[in-house]
C-alpha cells in the first residue's frame, strides 16, 4: 500500500481500475472503466448529473460497501495490491485512502480533537506527538493562523470554508497517500473556493489526489489528468489541457463547452 514516505516518482500509476462494473441491485452504474491514477498527480473525475463519478470515486476506498445491493466486478489496485481481495484491510485501506465530501462535516467537538480523533484512534497518546500532529495538519490545511487561538473551542462554530479545511486537516493527520475529493468546494463561497484549490495544487506534491468537480474551470485549474464519464463509462481519458483543447470525442466537446449536462 503506497504510504507519503513512498519515492516520488514521476507519472507512476498508483491506482489501477480494470474492467470494473459496479451495479445497485439489478442497476448497473459503472461499465467497464479501465483507469490508471497516476501518483503525486490531482486527477479530475467529469461528467453530467447521475453518470457515475461519485460511485467511482467511492469504489477507491470501498465506502460503498455498506449501501444495501451494491456490488463491485473487476479489479482496483493500489500500490499494486488488489482492494477487493478478501485478505484486505478496510480500516487500513480507509486509513490510506482518505476522503472529503461535499458538504464539510466536522465532527461535533472541538478543533483539536477533530484533527487528533484519527490519531488518536491509531494509538496516539502522548499530548506532545497530539500537539505537533494538529499544529502541521492544520498548518497544511492553511488554517492555523485563523483556529490557533480557539482550538479548543467547538468546530460546529467554524465558517463552511473553515470547516472544510478543518476536515482536510482531519484527514491529513492520518497520513494517507491517497485523497478523494468529492465536490469538495461546491457548498462553498468563491473565496473558501480558492483556498481549497491552492491547497489541491500545494497537496499534490506529497499525495495523489482524485477530486470529483462538476466545475469545468476548477478541472483545469487543477487537475493534471480527467476523466470524462457518460452513463456509467469512460468516455475519455486525457492530460487535462488536451482534453479542454482538443478533446478526442464529440460527447466530451458537447460537455465542455456546455452544451449537455
Ligand atoms: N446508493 C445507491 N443506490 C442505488 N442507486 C444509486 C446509489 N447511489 C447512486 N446510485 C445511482 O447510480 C448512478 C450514478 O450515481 P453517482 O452518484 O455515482 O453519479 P454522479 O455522477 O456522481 O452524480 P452527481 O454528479 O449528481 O453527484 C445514478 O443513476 C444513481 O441514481
Not at 95 to 106: C, D
Not at 126 to 132: A, T
Not at 192 to 202: P, Q
Not at 237 to 249: D, I, Q, R, V
Request: net charge neutral.
Amino acid at each position: 500500500m503506497a504510504t507519503m514516505t513512498e519515492e516520488r516518482t514521476e507519472n507512476k500509476t498508483l491506482i489501477r481500475a480494470e474492467h470494473v462494473n459496479v451495479f445497485y441491485k439489478d442497476f448497473q452504474a459503472l461499465y467497464d472503466i479501465n483507469l490508471d491514477i497516476l501518483q503525486n498527480h490531482v486527477t479530475a473525475l467529469i461528467g453530467p448529473s447521475g453518470c457515475g463519478k461519485s460511485t467511482f470515486l467511492r469504489t477507491l476506498n470501498r465506502m460503498n460497501d455498506q449501501v444495501p445491493g451494491f456490488r463491485a466486478e473487476g479489479n482496483i489496485f493500489i500500490g499494486g495490491e488488489n482492494i477487493y481481495a478478501p485478505k484486505t484491510d478496510v480500516v487500513s485501506l480507509r486509513k490510506n485512502v482518505g476522503m472529503v465530501f461535499q458538504r464539510p462535516n466536522p465532527f461535533p467537538m472541538s478543533i483539536y480533537d477533530n484533527v487528533a480523533y484519527g490519531p488518536r484512534i491509531h494509538g496516539v497518546k502522548k499530548k506532545r506527538v497530539l500537539d505537533d500532529i494538529v499544529e502541521k495538519c492544520l498548518r497544511q490545511a492553511a488554517l492555523w493562523d485563523e483556529v490557533k487561538d480557539r482550538l479548543h473551542t467547538s468546530a460546529m462554530g467554524l465558517s463552511g470554508g473553515q470547516q472544510q479545511r478543518l476536515v482536510l486537516a482531519r484527514v491529513l493527520a492520518v497520513e494517507p497517500g491517497i485523497i478523494l475529493m468529492d465536490e469538495p468546494a461546491s457548498a462553498l463561497d468563491p473565496i473558501s473556493t480558492a483556498k481549497i484549490e491552492e491547497l489541491i495544487l500545494e497537496l499534490k506534491n506529497n499525495y495523489t489526489i482524485v477530486i470529483v468537480t462538476h466545475n469545468m474551470q476548477q478541472a483545469a485549474r487543477v487537475s493534471g489528468h480527467t476523466a470524462f464519464f457518460l452513463n456509467g463509462r469512460v468516455v475519455e481519458y486525457a492530460e487535462t489541457n488536451t482534453m479542454f483543447t482538443n478533446p478526442k470525442s464529440k460527447q466530451t466537446e458537447d460537455y465542455i463547452s456546455g452544451r449537455f449536462g
